[in-house]
């Protein structure tokens, strides 16, 4: 399931963000891709633990924690605290598909396996040409390049790039989810049936039999499919 949600951070989350990293050093960002995938890769990072990358991490976590959407389309168990990159003119990621397993920064070497990858664009498609974030997949290949502060959301098993930057300047947050239930065809029927909860309760009422039946359904599922 690739999701397109808007507006998951606010402009003066974006805005507070943007000052943060112009103030900050930056890295080769080779150094978090494996090595195959390095080969492919040509942008800037902020060094995963810097105080840069944990102060906006925070934010951005705090900032899903508060996001119906992306809760009920990754159902995560873990997330990896967020990271933060930037495509400057002539910067590009060719075709890869991200590492299964992270080890999770600051936890003495603990491990989380990546099913959800997730891109939150710190600035807007006018500021910038190129850049778009490419994804391919059963579904077949989209092409994303979203407003400030909007995210994606799609498998970390897709193959997809960031298409060379021509002009200005791609900045980006991104990171990566253990879900509750790693299969992406159950995800989404689960995601599904949670839309078409929440639309029959608003046109039914909580109290509706159907209501309260297909929210059973919906947790007996979940309970079946979720590992924790």
């Known amino acids: 399931m690739l999701l397109q949600i808007p507006d998951i951070l606010t402009a003066d989350e974006v805005a507070h963000c943007r000052a943060v990293l112009e103030a900050s050093p930056w890295v080769d960002g080779r150094v978090t891709a494996g090595d195959q995938a390095a080969r492919a890769k040509l942008n800037l990072q902020i060094p995963e633990e810097s105080d840069t990358a944990r102060e906006l991490g925070t934010l ?49 070497g603990m491990r989380m396996r990546a099913d959800v990858s997730t891109t939150i664009f710190l600035n807007d498609p006018d500021e910038y040409d190129g850049g778009e974030l490419i994804v391919a997949d059963s579904y077949g290949t989209k092409s994303v390049k979203l407003p400030a502060g909007h995210a994606v959301v799609y498998p970390s098993s897709s193959l997809h790039q960031v298409s060379p930057v021509t002009r200005g300047s791609r900045w980006a947050s991104f990171f990566f989810t253990q879900s509750l239930v790693r299969d992406d065809g159950l995800r989404t029927m689960l995601y599904e049936l949670d839309m078409a909860i929440i639309a029959l309760r608003q046109e039914l009422g909580d109290g509706n039999q159907a209501v309260l039946s297909l929210v059973n359904h919906y947790h007996n599922l979940l309970r079946r499919s979720a590992e924790v």
Request: glycine fraction near 8%.
């Open 60 to 108: 951005i976590l705090r900032a899903l924690a508060r996001s119906p959407a992306f809760n009920s389309a990754a159902l995560p168990l873990r997330v990896l605290p967020p990271m933060f990159n930037r495509y400057d003119q002539g910067m590009i990621y060719g075709f890869h598909v991200d590492n299964s397993i992270r080890t999770i920064p600051g936890s003495g």
